[in-house]
């Protein structure tokens, strides 16, 4: 409103609220100085214009209204400025949390700087601290050594020492010995001269004597024989009784010897095993007298699980689970066995798998195989016969499992089967012609293929085995660590260290590397473990060693692999020339 009072651009207008920003870091003017009279002079006209346009402004008719816009502007000025006002506390407000943020920024830089020199403090002191173990280990080794090497030159002056005390005293005993013998030489001479001639006397008497002692008992015994010949001859009756005596003798002794036969027969098929089982878990008095310690093992032998130490792909765990169910209610309900063929590559856990569902099921088990029948010839078919007369005799049941069973169960139209091969293989076939409830067979190749027809005609069931994949690999490779490395060196009568490394990591490592392998050369891959522990001077078995056997076995598996695929090439180049001729 300074232009209703006359004061025009004089009167100070309000602060631009755009410079706010600056109003602290300016500095106040200095006041106008005193010589310059005008600033404070009173312009007196200047009060009376505005006195006169006030009252021409009560005289119009538009005063109220331009009373009212005049307060209206200012209302609207007073709005703006505590706008600007608001406007700059809010960017106060946010240069504070931006202020906050940087600093919240700056302290978790400080804290993760501060955390990872604690972990690397923490590594060197780990480092510094392994360092000294190790320290302490060299020197306590250094010290055995040095120990045992003066011990051993101790025990080695003491065996000199022992040594030559005993050479001497051999020396000496053997001159004493040799001086005995010379003068008890000198004595027995002298003796035999000067009794040389009583003692030709002696013996002239002694074989006087012996020679009349056997012409006396020659007389003798021909006067004995001459007269009981004579009585016999004479009298009938006597000599039909001696004829008597010597048939019912005759008769003894036939009878004795048949009687021992078929004894013996028993004997072998209730007692004993036949000559064709390698290995079984069936009781017998035989084995007993044999082996005590290994037939009580095996009595005291609780049942398992039939899948228990046999990692297998999950879906034929699931398949063999199945088995071992319907194997264990088929033993409680007296049903009758199913056959089974277990074909595969060599090494997959076939034989495993049969010890484990027997065990599962209650039932002894006997292991035969395929390359034993050939060579009885003709004994085979009577020892086929035994083993099947030795299965039906079994009280809980017999898992019959016939490994490698193609050498002997092949196509009868085959050349390279012999007649007495044959004759053996229809007397297989005659006995398992019929399902059983006393004996169940399981049958094991790598090979099925060759099998007669007569042979697939009796399988029930046919399961593959296959080679294992990366995570069964793993899994067996951390069953035979376990096994042969770490059980091992928790024994304190074992002397066997490990390594401190990260086993389960390295066990997979391995599984990738070991692409094709069986579960038999992963077992052997862990007796390889041990065994070059055993080897070390000091018993440690490093990571290192541990790689080495592995590449070792995968060098071995590619050569069997080359040399398999050569036989099979010169095998189908004979089957061609034999098809030709």
């Known amino acids: 409103?300074?232009?209703?009072?006359?004061?025009?651009?004089?009167?100070?207008?309000?602060?631009?609220?755009?410079?706010?920003?600056?109003?602290?870091?300016?500095?106040?003017?200095?006041?106008?100085?005193?010589?310059?009279?005008?600033?404070?002079?009173?312009?007196?006209?200047?009060?009376?214009?505005?006195?006169?346009?006030?009252?021409?402004?009560?005289?119009?008719?538009?005063?109220?209204?331009?009373?009212?816009?005049?307060?209206?502007?200012?209302?609207?000025?007073?709005?703006?400025?505590?706008?600007?006002?608001?406007?700059?506390?809010?960017?106060?407000?946010?240069?504070?949390?931006?202020?906050?943020?940087?600093?919240?920024?700056?302290?978790?830089?400080?804290?993760?700087?501060?955390?990872?020199?604690?972990?690397?403090?923490?590594?060197?002191?780990?480092?510094?601290?392994?360092?000294?173990?190790?320290?302490?280990?060299?020197?306590?080794?250094?010290?055995?050594?040095?120990?045992?090497?003066?011990?051993?030159?101790?025990?080695?002056?003491?065996?000199?020492?022992?040594?030559?005390?005993?050479?001497?005293?051999?020396?000496?005993?053997?001159?004493?010995?040799?001086?005995?013998?010379?003068?008890?030489?000198?004595?027995?001479?002298?003796?035999?001269?000067?009794?040389?001639?009583?003692?030709?006397?002696?013996?002239?008497?002694?074989?006087?004597?012996?020679?009349?002692?056997?012409?006396?008992?020659?007389?003798?015994?021909?006067?004995?024989?001459?007269?009981?010949a004579n009585a016999l001859l004479s009298d009938w009756d006597k000599t039909l009784m001696a004829a008597g005596g010597l048939s019912l003798l005759a008769l003894g002794i036939y009878s004795a010897k048949g009687f021992t036969g078929v004894t013996a027969k028993y004997v072998e098929s209730r007692l004993g095993k036949p000559s064709l089982v390698r290995e079984t878990s069936r009781f017998s008095l035989l084995e007993l007298v044999r082996h005590p310690i290994l037939t009580f093992k095996e009595l005291r032998n609780k049942k398992s699980s039939a899948l228990k130490d046999v990692i297998l792909p999950p879906k034929l765990e699931s398949r063999l689970g199945d088995v071992a169910i319907a194997t264990l209610n088929t033993k409680k309900n007296r049903g009758m066995y199913r056959n089974i063929l277990m074909y595969g590559p060599p090494g997959t856990g076939k034989t495993l798998f049969a010890k484990k569902l027997a065990m599962h099921s209650g039932m002894d088990y006997a292991i035969l195989t395929g390359g034993d029948v050939a060579p009885l010839g003709k004994d085979g078919v009577t020892e086929m016969h035994k083993v099947f007369d030795w299965a039906t005799n079994s009280r809980k049941g017999l898992l019959l499992f016939v490994d490698e069973a193609d050498a002997f169960l092949r196509k009868r139209s085959s050349e390279l089967i012999s007649e007495n091969l044959r004759a053996t293989l229809n007397a297989f076939l005659y006995r398992t012609g019929d399902q059983s409830n006393k004996f169940m067979l399981v049958l094991a190749s790598n090979t099925p293929e060759q099998f007669d027809w007569a042979v697939n005609d009796r399988l029930d069931e046919m399961v593959e085995f296959g080679l294992p994949g990366k995570e069964e690999r793993e899994r067996l490779m951390m069953l035979y660590f376990d096994k042969y490395v770490l059980t091992p060196a928790s024994q304190s009568k074992v002397k066997l260290n490990i390594e401190k490394f990260d086993y389960s990591a390295l066990c997979k490592q391995m599984a990738e590397m070991t692409a094709g392998m069986s579960g038999r050369e992963i077992a052997k891959l862990g007796v390889a473990w041990q065994a070059a522990g055993y080897t070390s001077e000091d018993g440690l078995l490093t990571k290192a060693m541990v790689i080495s056997r592995c590449e070792d076995a995968i060098k071995q598996h590619k050569q069997k692999m080359e040399w398999m695929s050569e036989k099979e090439k010169n095998d189908s180049r004979y089957t061609r020339q034999n098809s030709i001729h």
């Open 1 to 228: 409103m300074s232009w209703i009072f006359g004061m025009g651009g004089n009167t100070p207008e309000s602060p631009n609220l755009e410079n706010l920003d600056n109003v602290s870091d300016k500095k106040p003017s200095p006041p106008p100085s005193s010589s310059s009279g005008e600033a404070y002079k009173f312009d007196s006209s200047a009060l009376e214009r505005a006195a006169k346009a006030a009252k021409e402004l009560e005289k119009s008719k538009h005063a109220k209204e331009a009373l009212d816009l005049a307060k209206l502007q200012e209302t609207t000025k007073q709005i703006e400025y505590q706008t600007k006002i608001k406007e700059y506390e809010i960017h106060l407000e946010q240069v504070r949390v931006e202020q906050k943020r940087v600093d919240a920024e700056e302290r978790k830089k400080l804290l993760a700087e501060e955390t990872k020199q604690h972990q690397l403090r923490s590594q060197y002191q780990d480092q510094l601290a392994r360092k000294r173990y190790e320290d302490q280990l060299q020197q306590q080794r250094a010290s055995n050594e040095e120990n045992l090497r003066r011990q051993e030159e101790s025990v080695a002056k003491q065996e000199s020492m022992k040594k030559a005390t005993i050479e001497h005293e051999i020396e000496m005993k053997s001159k004493l010995d040799a001086k005995k013998s010379e003068a008890k030489a000198l004595a027995r001479a002298k003796a035999e001269r000067e009794n040389h001639d009583l003692t030709m006397e002696q013996l002239k008497l002694k074989a006087s004597e012996h020679r009349q002692t056997v012409l006396e008992s020659i007389k003798t015994a021909g006067s004995i024989f001459g007269s009981g």
